[in-house]
């Protein structure tokens, strides 16, 4: 009886009238910068999804943004949604224009929201006879791969080897 209504609703799911997908936002730099990155990151999906929201409060059409960022879109971009497009093209702009801190010397603040929104961001690197640590949580990879398979991609980096997922 309980299988029943499990296949009912799954069936349920399926028959809806919208797409769901699984978006990737990734930033590639070699400064050692990750826990920032990664809150950019989560604020530029937020940034993402207001517009999309705007948009479609304007267009009638669900997830325009996601769907003309992704180029899923094939038709003629309506105006409203463009210049929501716009926006967040703008605002990775500004992102990819601030200066890189000299190390040892200088800091950039960089305000990317109101303060209300979001805290000011803080980029500063060590000086080059220090070594430059990663700000990342190095207990990550331990509980995300387990610790055989994370020491084994660890030592394939150390040694400069192919690190890839048929190899581990």
């Not at 190390?103 to 109101?114: A, D, N, R, S």
């Not at 000011?120 to 006879?129: G, K, N, S, V």
């Not at 190095?138 to 400069?160: K, N, Q, S, W, Y």
């Amino acid at each position: 009886m309980v299988e029943v209504d499990i296949r009912k609703s799954i069936v349920f799911h399926r028959t809806r009238d919208h797409a769901v997908s699984l978006t990737s936002l990734c930033l590639i730099s070699h400064h050692p910068f990750v826990s920032i990155f990664h809150d950019l990151l989560v604020l530029l999906k937020q940034i993402i999804d207001s517009c999309s929201y705007r948009a479609a409060q304007k267009t009638n059409i669900k997830d325009i943004v996601w769907s003309v960022l992704t180029g899923h879109w094939l038709d003629a971009i309506p105006p409203e949604a463009m210049r929501e497009i716009k926006e967040i093209e703008t605002w990775i702009l500004m992102l990819l224009s601030s200066p890189v801190p000299v190390p040892g010397k200088t800091k950039v603040q960089l305000e990317v929201m109101p303060s209300d929104i979001s805290p000011i961001f803080e980029f500063a690197l060590p000086d080059h006879t220090r070594f430059s640590l990663v700000d990342f949580p190095l207990h990550l990879p331990f509980e995300l791969l387990g610790v055989d398979t994370a020491v084994r991609v660890l030592a394939a980096i150390m040694l400069e080897f192919k690190a890839s997922f048929s190899y581990i």
